[in-house]
């Protein structure tokens, strides 16, 4: 450490003690202090000196009082040297020599804790800018911050502090920081392990040596404590209630680059459990509380599943209202028998009831629309279940990016729930110029909204023109037309479709319609949809397709028919975009009544979504959906246009979007296109997962997929050898203008004549 001014707190000391000795003779006997004065003091105000002082003006001074206030003016740090004389007309003047103040602190050459934290340190530790400087003070300062780094494994860390004069009785403190390379682990011994080889115990730790090649990881001591706490997890799970850690030891190289660890344990016997009871009052019925039980007699003695039975049982108490109840489970070791005696001593308290439901965070969204979400209400007994059903259901609505139920103490029977959201987009406004690889280019005008002023209402209005599409679309959905939930939609729609600019076929058709829909709940994660649709549709074909040409040679090119929908919907997933737990399974079905058409259809599609947390930030997703449908009557198939098609995001990624299944020549050349089928089959297995090294991931996900799928011309002809596979990588990003989707797949089994794309996005689509 390198400092101007040369007096050390020893020096300094022994001063104050000569300085008690050593003062004017007349100060050796007792006098009447008329009057006190101060010479030196320029930062210190006299009221902050007269504070330390012993002495006051009307009273009688002695010796032992004046060493006694010059000892407390040195230990305020203040002042590098004190002394105290007397006037002969009974004043005593106190001369004081300064502390210089601190004008600027600098903190150089640190890379791996930040500035800011450093600063924050400074400052707990009484170094900041304007304080009084004390010599002191730097060497408490060098040990925190050699400590810090050696908390990170950084042991060759070498802490300067730099002190440079300046005008004012003032200095500058540079922190020079060399913060050195970071020590990593040469060897984990592991003493007292018997059981567990240390092979098994060193594969559970975040610490690895690696002894053989002379380098290891970066040692840290947070990371020693979590492997300490995992052995003990991984002991006491296995039935080792007596397991401890008696010690742990960190020695240190010679050099500083290596670190040796020592964990000291004792295993102690396995223990079983010979008895379970439960005490207090329990509220449940016993059997429905030994249920909840996770451990068992005779089954070896594990923490993690004790825990898990506290939770379960406290959990199952609120649903009852008891929102506090305690749940303790008590053991004793009978060592003689090496078993374990466990009781849960319960203690409902109070039954607690909610005061009131608050809402925060809600800028746009009406709080009528989040309180209709609400399973847990105002008055009622609080419940758990029904707080993390209220969650659930914010989150699957769509309007938020964040949502969180706090609970809040009002007294020893009342709480406040606070609902805490943060709103996200849900919806768009688009005019201008688009492209997609389906369809081309696209000029459009619309809106699209889930949450229609914050009333919770959909409402979308759309025109939109392409090289394939033209359509205009209006339409409104209020999901609570009813207090019960029971939804109402209705619409007005206008197409053309151009199934050539579509690689489908070279026919057009052009539909106009009015639709209805009703959807009922049948219970939390249940609901039924009825709905009617009066379509009015004219089909234009061209000369070179036969199909075409023969359907309205036989049925005409105009039909007016109505189509009945129903459907059910099972969803107990926990988000409406990036579920990572749940399953959502739909059935639904739709087909044209046969009074109102030549040509009556049905189609049947049944969809699975299932989502399993693999990890924190990992989800398993399984999807796979059938569709099928047949003409009926005198109709022994689907009419052309109503056929469907695969490939592309949404089905099959890494093939050119409708362009799986059967074929047919189209032109003379021998090219050929997909003529669609009556049954499709799509699935997908995929690991979704925040994009890495990006710190607000909430609005955007990755996945590394595997799709699979095809069409076929019926059920008879479906085989497994015929299915389409691809593997990649998918980005699904909440954008302002809705969602967006890009894939990037490689096709796995496919055949000589299928159209591939590797890299293929939509923008708009559900995911």
Not at 271 to 292: F, M, N, P, Q
Not at 411 to 420: E, G, H, T
Not at 544 to 571: E, L, P, Q, R
Not at 708 to 723: A, P, R
Request: glycine share 8%; aromatic share 10%.
């Amino acid at each position: 450490m390198v400092n101007m001014f040369q007096k050390n707190s020893t020096k300094t000391i022994l001063s104050a003690a000569i300085a008690s000795v050593l003062f004017t003779p007349s100060l050796a006997y007792a006098f009447t202090l008329k009057n006190i004065e101060v010479e030196g003091a320029n930062k210190i105000g006299f009221e902050t000196i007269n504070n330390y002082l012993t002495v006051s003006p009307g009273k009688d001074v002695n010796a032992q009082q004046i060493q006694e206030s010059i000892q407390r003016l040195y230990k305020t740090g203040f002042f590098k040297d004190v002394s105290f004389y007397q006037r002969d007309n009974g004043t005593l003047v106190i001369k004081v020599l300064e502390r210089p103040s601190i004008a600027e602190i600098k903190i150089e050459g640190n890379s791996l804790i930040e500035t800011d934290v450093l600063t924050s340190a400074l400052d707990g530790l009484g170094l900041k800018k304007g304080r009084i400087y004390n010599q002191v003070q730097m060497d408490h300062v060098v040990v925190d911050l050699k400590r810090r780094y050696q908390n990170q494994g950084y042991y060759a860390a070498v802490i300067d502090i730099v002190t440079t004069e300046l005008p004012r009785n003032r200095v500058e403190l540079k922190v020079d920081i060399k913060e050195g390379e970071p020590a990593t682990i040469g060897r984990i011994n592991l003493v007292g392990n018997k059981v567990y080889t240390d092979k098994r115990l060193k594969s559970l730790m975040q610490m690895v040596e690696n002894a053989s090649f002379g380098s290891g990881d970066k040692y840290s001591k947070p990371k020693m404590e979590a492997d300490i706490e995992t052995l003990k997890s991984y002991y006491l799970d296995r039935g080792f209630a007596e397991f401890k850690v008696r010690s742990s030891q960190v020695s240190i190289s010679a050099d500083k680059t290596k670190v040796f660890t020592t964990i000291n344990m004792s295993e102690g016997p396995n223990y079983s459990i010979s008895k379970i009871d439960y005490v207090g009052e329990i509220i449940i019925a016993r059997k429905e509380i030994e249920s909840l039980t996770q451990v068992k007699e005779k089954d070896v003695f594990s923490r993690s599943k004790v825990i898990e039975s506290v939770n379960a049982i406290r959990d199952r108490l609120s649903e009852e209202g008891y929102a506090f109840a305690e749940v303790a489970p008590e053991t004793v070791l009978n060592k003689d028998n090496n078993t374990v005696a466990l009781t849960f001593k319960v203690e409902p308290k109070k039954r607690v009831y909610i005061r009131r439901v608050e809402i925060e965070g809600n800028t746009r969204t009406r709080d009528h629309v989040i309180r209709r979400e609400m399973r847990q209400l105002e008055s009622a007994p609080y419940s758990l279940k029904m707080v993390r059903q209220s969650k659930e259901r914010l989150q699957r609505v769509g309007f938020f990016k964040s949502t969180d139920i706090e609970t809040k103490r009002v007294s020893a029977d009342q709480v406040d729930l606070v609902v805490k959201v943060e709103e996200q987009a849900t919806g768009s406004f688009s005019a201008g110029v688009g492209y997609s690889q389906t369809d081309g280019a696209s000029f459009n005008l619309g809106i699209s909204e889930r949450n229609f002023i914050g009333s919770g209402n959909k409402l979308n209005f759309s025109v939109s023109t392409s090289s394939a599409k033209k359509s205009a679309d209006i339409g409104v959905t209020n999901p609570y037309f009813t207090k019960d939930g029971v939804s109402l939609g209705v619409g007005l729609y206008y197409s053309e479709i151009d199934a050539s600019q579509l690689s489908i076929a070279d026919y057009t058709t052009n539909n106009l319609g009015v639709r209805l829909s009703l959807g009922y709940p049948l219970s939390e994660n249940d609901s039924l949809s009825y709905g009617l649709k009066f379509d009015s549709q004219e089909l234009v074909c061209s000369d070179t397709f036969t199909f075409c040409s023969n359907y309205v040679d036989d049925y005409g090119k105009t039909a007016n028919s109505i189509i009945a929908s129903m459907g059910w919907v099972h969803n107990t997933t926990n988000a409406f975009y990036f579920p990572s737990d749940g399953q959502k399974t739909s059935l639904s079905f739709e087909g044209v009544l046969p009074s109102t058409s030549k040509t009556p259809y049905y189609k049947v599609y049944l969809n699975e979504n299932w989502f399993q947390p693999i990890s924190r930030n990992f989800t398993l997703q399984l999807k796979s959906g059938l569709a099928f449908g047949d003409g009926y009557g005198d109709i022994d198939n689907l009419p052309f246009y109503e056929k469907f098609y695969a490939g592309g995001i949404g089905s099959v990624r890494g093939y050119e979007s409708n362009s799986l299944g059967p074929l047919y020549d189209s032109t003379t050349d021998g090219s050929t296109s997909p003529t669609g089928g009556s049954v499709k089959l799509t699935g997908t297995a995929a690991v979704v997962f925040p994009i890495p090294f990006i710190e607000d991931s909430s609005n955007v996900r990755m996945s590394w997929f595997f799709d699979f799928g095809n069409v076929f011309d019926d059920f008879g002809k479906v085989k497994v050898d015929d299915l389409r596979t691809s593997t990649g990588l998918g980005v699904s990003w909440i954008t302002p203008v809705g969602p967006l989707t890009f894939s990037i797949a490689q096709p796995i089994s496919y055949q000589s004549d299928d159209k591939l794309q590797t890299f293929q996005f939509t923008l708009g689509a559900g995911f």
